[in-house]
Nanobody, 117 residues
Framework: QVQLVESGGGLVQPGGSLRLSCTASGFTFSSYAMGWSRQVPGKERELVARKSNVGSTYYADFVKGRFTISRDNAKNTVHLQMNSLKPEDTAVYYC???????????WGQGTQVTVSS
C-alpha cells in the first residue's frame, strides 16, 4: 500500500530555513506527481508545491521565490526546501502522491512547522 512518511518539521525563527523530506513506498514513485500541502486549524488544506512525474513544477503564489520542491526518483524521496520563513507559514505540512491513472491523492501523516520568535 502507499506509504508516505514526512520528516524535518520543527520550530524556526522568522527568516530561517527548514528542509522537509518525504520518503515514499508501495507504488511506482517515478510515475506519480508528488506534492506538499499545508493546513492550519479551521482552514482548508492548501497546495504549496507540486512536481510532476515529467518534471514540471507548480508553486503557490505565497511561496514563490522562497520554497523549492525537488524529487529523487532513485531514492523515492521528495523534499521541500523552505527559506525566508514567515510566521504565516506555520502549519502542518503534508506530503502527497497523486496517481497518474485516477488522480487520487494519497497523504502522509503530516509534520508540524512553526515559525515564531
Amino acid at each position: 500500500q502507499v506509504q508516505l512518511v514526512e520528516s524535518g518539521g520543527g520550530l524556526v525563527q522568522p527568516g530561517g530555513s527548514l528542509r522537509l523530506s518525504c520518503t515514499a513506498s508501495g507504488f511506482t514513485f517515478s510515475s506519480y506527481a508528488m506534492g506538499w500541502s499545508r493546513q492550519v486549524p479551521g482552514k482548508e488544506r492548501e497546495l504549496v508545491a507540486r512536481k510532476s512525474n515529467v518534471g514540471s513544477t507548480y508553486y503557490a503564489d505565497f511561496v514563490k521565490g522562497r520554497f523549492t520542491i525537488s524529487r529523487d526518483n532513485a531514492k523515492n524521496t521528495v523534499h521541500l526546501q523552505m527559506n525566508s520563513l514567515k510566521p504565516e507559514d506555520t502549519a502542518v505540512y503534508y506530503c502527497s502522491a497523486r496517481s497518474p491513472t485516477n488522480l487520487r491523492n494519497y497523504w502522509g501523516q503530516g509534520t508540524q512547522v512553526t515559525v515564531s520568535s
